[in-house]
């Protein structure tokens, strides 16, 4: 049945690379839980300088590959939000997703930086390259909202405010760029696991809604280090040491070596750093790396653009 749809009309053009940035949440604001699961956020992403690639070339059907030092940890089928990707925009357009979708992975693996939507987001737009469907820029965030929470924000990119369960997007000023050091750990954690982990620690209490703060956000578009580190919070950070308790001493080992905040990205178990600057975030990494608390150290810095094809 696949077989019988047409391809789109440069489905013989060879191959399209986009490449796609990791987050991190400055702020992750978590309201309380809602009927359909899922909780009512005010979330702050920024993109930072890790980047996965994705490739896409015409196949006789799909198949996903993966490369990098967490490839093993990669689902090579349908599950993988770029497949759901690649199958959600060829049913709106009647054709087949007969596409080869190759990851090159260097965001942390189920880590807090959304690298499952980082290559959904990119192979949705490298296979509108490849296909010519020319889906406008609203029809691409459609389909990402429909594939995950933060897919909207990878495709988009730079700095934004995220409504509803984080995909409804604002973008954001940001007046300079932050730099940051990432502790990955040894292992992912389960973002439905760590939202669950937070609504047990708050037990009965009332949680007010989730709002933006307004001294964070000035501090981005500023583009202040300093004022960006007092403000930044993540609801999700008690969850995410509740479950890994082992990433305390990770958040203590970067505050020592001369961090000025440490916070949880996003669920976790990637531990973030911002630095004063360039040569404080090299600093940082080496107290991480000398400390023996995580698996590796990355030095990026932020914002840094959504998904474009090379
Ligand atoms: O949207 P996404 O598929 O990334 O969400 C994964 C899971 O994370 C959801 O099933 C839900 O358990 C949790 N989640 C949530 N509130 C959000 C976003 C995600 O509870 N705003």
Not at 109 to 120: I, N
Not at 159 to 180: C, D, K, N, Q, S
Request: proline share 6%; hydrophobic share 45%.
């Amino acid at each position: 049945m696949a077989e019988a749809l047409p391809s789109g009309p440069s489905s013989r053009s060879s191959v399209v690379t986009v490449r796609v940035p990791a987050k991190v949440n400055v702020q992750l604001a978590v309201g309380p839980l809602r009927s359909d699961g899922f909780h009512d956020l005010a979330n702050v992403f920024l993109a930072v300088g890790l980047y996965d690639e994705v490739t896409v070339t015409p196949a006789d059907s799909l198949r996903i590959t993966c490369e990098g030092p967490d490839a093993e940890h990669v689902p090579l089928d349908a599950t993988n939000l770029a497949a759901r990707a690649a199958i959600a925009l060829a049913e709106r357009h009647g054709l087949a997703p007969d596409v080869h979708i190759h990851i090159a992975k260097d965001i942390p693996v189920a880590g807090g930086m959304a690298g499952g939507s980082a290559d959904a987001a990119g192979a949705l737009l490298a296979c509108d390259t490849l296909w010519g469907t020319g889906s406008t820029q609203d029809e691409l965030l459609s389909i990402c909202a429909d594939l995950g929470s933060d897919v909207p924000f990878s495709l988009v990119g730079g700095a934004a405010l995220g409504r509803g369960r984080g995909e409804i997007l604002t973008p954001l000023e940001v007046g300079g760029t932050f730099h940051w050091v990432f502790a990955v750990a040894d292992g992912g954690l389960s973002t439905p696991a760590v939202y669950r982990e937070c609504d047990r620690l708050r037990g009965d209490a009332d949680v007010p809604g989730a709002e933006p703060s307004a001294d964070l956000l000035e501090a981005l578009r500023t583009g202040d280090p300093g004022a960006l580190a007092a403000t930044l919070v993540n609801d999700l950070q008690p969850a995410a040491v509740s479950l890994r308790p082992s990433l305390a001493a990770t958040l203590s080992a970067g505050t020592e070596g001369g961090a000025l905040a440490a916070l949880v990205s996003g669920s976790g178990p990637t531990c973030a750093f911002l630095a004063k600057d360039a040569d404080a975030a090299s600093a940082v990494a080496a107290a991480l790396t000398a400390s023996g608390t995580c698996r590796a150290v990355r030095v990026t810095s932020g914002p840094a653009e959504g998904a474009h094809v090379r």
